[in-house]
C-alpha cells in the first residue's frame, strides 16, 4: 500500500486497525522525500472537526521529534483546537477541520492526510481531491476511516477504486483489517481476542466493524435508500403546505419539514436534528427557518401527548408555543416503516422515487444508512441481528425516520380521506390552526391524490 504508485490513497479500515499510525507514518515519510524537491512542503491533517484530526497530528509529532526535525510546534491542550507543526527541513504540517468544506479551497497543500473519513460530507471529500490538483503531478493524498455503513459516497468510492489499478482520477482503494495490528493482536485473525469478537457479531456486522469491508447491508431497516437516488437539492413548492414532523425524543429531537406533492412525491426540505437541545431551543430553531412561515401543520410521536417525570406535555408545548395542533396517533411498527418503504418506491407517473431528501438532512440520511450521523453514537437504524438472522428493528437511531412514518401514515399521506381536512381518526386533535393560509379544497382534492 505504501509503495503503491497512486497519487490518492483511500483506506478503509476495521476498529483499531492502526489507521492513524499509518497515515502520520506515511506523511513523515513523504515530507522528508519531498522536502528533496521542494524548500518548504505544506501538508493538512484534515478531520470532520479539529479533535478527529488530533491524533494524526500527534503520530506525525512524535516521528520528527524522533527524527529531530520539530522547529516549531502549536498544540493546545483543547483538541478542538487548530494545531501547526513546522520542522527544520521546512514542512509545515497544519489540522484543517473540514466542519465548513466551503472553507476547504484556501491555499494549496503538497499532501493531505484525510482522518476518519467516514464522518465526511462528499464535498469535503472534492475540495481536497481538487486542492491536490493544484500541484498535479506531485501531491499526494492519503484517507482512512472505518465504515459507520455500507451505503453512502465513502464505501462507494472505496468500491469504485478497490484494488491495484486506478483510473485517471489516480485513486486507489485499500482494506486494512483490525487483525493486521500485529502489535495488539500477535496471532493476527486467529487472535483469541479477534475469534471473540466474531463470536459475538453477526457476519456482517463483524467484517463492517472489524474486516474494514462494508458487507451489503441487509440489517439496514430501509435498505432500498440510496444516496445517489434519493438524496438532491430539494426546492420549497409554493401553494402547497409545509408540514413538520416531529419525533421529541430524550437523545434525539428531530423537525422535518416537508413537503407532499401533487403527484405523489415526498419532498423532505430541511431537518432539525437537536441532541441535548431543550424544547425551547427547538422551537426557537424551528420559528427562525425561513419555512416556518409556509408550515401549515404537522405529527407528532404519541409519546408527546405523555407527561414524563413532571415535566410539560410536548404536544400542548408546541400549541403554547407556536399556535399549531399536531397531530398524534399511535400506529404499528410495521404499518409506519412500511409508509415509508413506498415513499422509498419509484413513482409509475414520473419514473422517479417518490422521496427526496435535501443533503442538508444529515440526520435521516444517516438513519437510512447513507452516510455518517451528525450526533454522537448515532449511526443507521439496524434490526437486531443473530448469529441465525434478523430481529425486530432496534429501538435506537430511528428519530427522524419515524417522525416521518408518523407523517406519511397520519391525516396529510395515506391516512387521508376524501372530503376530510384536520386530524385522522383516533388522533388527538384537529391537525392544524393556520387553516387560513391555504385554500381548504385545494389541500382536501390533494389528500385524495398523494398516493
Known amino acids: ?193 479477534i475469534l471473540a469478537l466474531r463470536e459475538g457479531s453477526s457476519d456482517s456486522r463483524f467484517m463492517a466493524r472489524y474486516g474494514g469491508e462494508p458487507i451489503p447491508p441487509q440489517a439496514v431497516v430501509f435498505s432500498e435508500f440510496r444516496v445517489e437516488k434519493h438524496v438532491k437539492r430539494t426546492e420549497h413548492t409554493m401553494g402547497v403546505p409545509v408540514y413538520l414532523a416531529i419525533d421529541p425524543g430524550t437523545k434525539v429531537y428531530s423537525v422535518l419539514f416537508v413537503q407532499l406533492l401533487l403527484n405523489g412525491d415526498v419532498a423532505i426540505l430541511d431537518e432539525i436534528y437537536g441532541q441535548r437541545l431543550t424544547h425551547r431551543q427547538i422551537i426557537e430553531a424551528v420559528r427562525n427557518n425561513v419555512l416556518w412561515p409556509f408550515v401549515g401543520g404537522g405529527t407528532i ?49 414520473t419514473g422517479r422515487p417518490r422521496l427526496s431528501v435535501d443533503g442538508r438532512c444529515r440526520g435521516i440520511i444517516s438513519e437510512m444508512g447513507g452516510g455518517a450521523s451528525p450526533v454522537d453514537d448515532g449511526g443507521p437504524w439496524l434490526y437486531v441481528e443473530h448469529r441465525d438472522g434478523l430481529g425486530p428493528p432496534e429501538a435506537r437511531n430511528n428519530h427522524s425516520c419515524m417522525a416521518l412514518a408518523y407523517l406519511l401514515a397520519g391525516p396529510y399521506g395515506f391516512g387521508s380521506m376524501p372530503g376530510y381536512w384536520g386530524a385522522g381518526k383516533g388522533s388527538s386533535s384537529a391537525s392544524y390552526l393556520k387553516q387560513d393560509k391555504f385554500d381548504k379544497d385545494v389541500s382536501v382534492s390533494y389528500g385524495r391524490r398523494m398516493w
Open 301 to 349: 410521536d404519541v409519546a408527546a401527548r405523555a407527561q414524563v417525570m413532571g415535566m410539560p406535555i410536548p404536544i400542548e408545548e408546541w400549541y403554547r408555543d407556536t399556535g399549531i395542533v399536531l397531530s398524534s396517533q399511535k400506529w404499528p411498527l410495521e404499518d409506519s416503516i412500511e409508509r415509508v418503504r413506498v415513499a422509498l418506491s419509484t413513482n409509475p407517473g
Open 1 to 193: 500500500m505504501f509503495f503503491h504508485p497512486s497519487r490518492i490513497k483511500v483506506i478503509m479500515g476495521g476498529e483499531g486497525s492502526g489507521k492513524s499510525l499509518m497515515a502520520a507514518l506515511y506523511a513523515t515519510c513523504k515530507s522528508v522525500y519531498d522536502s528533496l524537491f521542494i524548500d518548504k512542503g505544506l501538508y493538512w491533517i484534515v478531520g470532520a472537526d479539529f479533535e478527529d484530526a488530533r491524533k494524526e497530528f500527534d503520530y506525525i509529532l512524535e516521528f520528527q521529534e524522533k527524527l529531530q526535525n520539530v522547529r516549531v510546534v502549536s498544540a493546545p491542550t483543547h483538541l478542538d483546537q487548530q494545531c501547526m507543526l513546522e520542522t527544520k527541513t521546512g514542512a509545515k504540517f497544519i489540522t484543517i477541520s473540514a466542519y465548513d468544506a466551503t472553507k476547504l479551497g484556501r491555499d494549496e497543500p503538497d499532501g493531505i492526510v484525510g482522518a476518519e473519513i467516514s464522518r465526511w460530507f462528499e464535498e469535503a471529500f472534492l475540495r481536497c481531491e481538487g486542492r491536490l490538483a493544484r500541484k498535479y503531478p506531485r501531491s499526494w493524498g492519503f484517507f482512512s476511516g472505518s465504515p459507520q455503513t455500507a451505503l453512502g459516497w465513502f464505501p462507494d468510492l472505496w468500491r469504485a477504486t478497490k484494488g491495484a489499478e486506478f483510473g485517471r482520477r489516480g485513486i486507489a482503494s485499500f482494506s486494512t483489517p483490525t487483525w493486521v495490528n500485529l502489535s495488539k493482536y500477535p496471532n493476527g485473525i486467529d487472535d483469541p481476542a
